[in-house]
């Protein structure tokens, strides 16, 4: 049997998308394996949610920047990555731009999810953006990451309805549902995918 696809997971908040990957594997609808999560951010839930699971986890002080890591830091990021054997970087709630030492180790092997339909509504809080602008839907979306603001290739889209009365709370609350399906289901995909997104691996490596 084909062995798992070996994720490394990047995160900055309570970590409700990895929880949701994480039950996928453990339920056995998803062949892959969480080898390490990373976190910007010392407190974050996502650091005690992968202990919780055994799972290595491991912060990394950002440096100087607000918006993305020192590039040697990002370097030692790829390294820690790299050291856990991962296939596909999965950034679930992580708030830092990703770039160019990363981007060129992981070249189309990182993936982002995003609380809007995009290309609508890039960057932070976009829910509150979509019910500012009087949409009747939102949703969120699963993209490979580039270097920009979440501008990379659209993998997968799942929509919600902005119904009379919605808070951006509750609004969020419903996305954050919509997402806890997508991403699970869209790295389900790139499992069954695994040997041609990652032809330098041997098969069961
Ligand atoms: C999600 O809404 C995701 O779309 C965005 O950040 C949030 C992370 O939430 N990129 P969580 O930490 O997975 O709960």
Known sequence: MKSKLRLGVLGSGKGSNFRAIQEAIVDGELRAEARI???????AGILDLARSHGIKAVHVPPGKFKTKLEPEIEEQVVQL???AGVELVVLAGYMRMIKQPMLDAFAGKIINIHPSLLPKFPGIAAWKQALEAGETAAG???HYVDAGMDSGKIIAQSEVPILAGDTPEILHARIQVAEHELYPEVIRGFAARRSSINQDLKPDA
């Open 37 to 43: 999560v990373i976190s910007d951010v010392e407190n």
């Open 81 to 83: 990555l790299k050291n």
């Open 140 to 142: 969120c979306t699963v």
